[in-house]
């Protein structure tokens, strides 16, 4: 229900962040033609906390370095949502030894899993459960 491509109409708001859709999928594109509003996919993950993907960084890390790898999440989702309004970081939990993040979409979970795990030296697991169209990343 998150990804129905048919659902909706071309020049369609998202009421809550704006990207409109065009074409068959969803940009960042200004319009003052919209046609009709809806909430979009990746607001509506975020809204109910139903994430596509699940990225589990196993290790303790000092304040110092979770700041460096937060900043770097931040930058890495900038850049992916630029291009591709619907992958977004949902949420981002700290424990004492794991730090999970929640992404609206499978891309995005995929590149902070890489990112992390370049700048951590570090090696990641995949799990792609495609006919729910989850990912899961352990990186350790």
Not at 17 to 44: D, F, I, N
Not at 101 to 106: A, K, L
Not at 107 to 131: F, I, N, P, Q, V
Request: neutral net charge; hydrophobic residues 35%.
């Amino acid at each position: 229900a998150y990804n129905d491509h048919n659902k909706f109409e071309n020049l369609t708001l998202c009421s809550t962040c704006g990207a409109v859709y065009v074409e068959g999928r969803w940009t960042w594109q200004k319009t003052e033609q919209a046609q009709h509003s809806v909430e979009c996919p990746a607001c509506r993950r975020s809204r109910e906390h139903y994430p596509a993907g699940f990225i589990t960084l196993r290790m303790t890390l000092s304040k110092d370095q979770w700041n460096k790898i937060s900043a770097l999440l931040k930058h890495t989702e900038e850049n992916e949502k630029a291009e591709h309004p619907m992958e977004r970081i949902i949420d981002i939990k700290l424990t004492e030894r794991e730090a999970l993040i929640t992404t609206t979409g499978i891309y995005l979970a995929r590149r902070l899993a890489e990112a992390m795990a370049g700048s951590l030296d570090l090696k990641t697991d995949y799990d792609h459960l495609k006919e729910e169209k989850i990912l899961r990343v352990s990186v350790s």
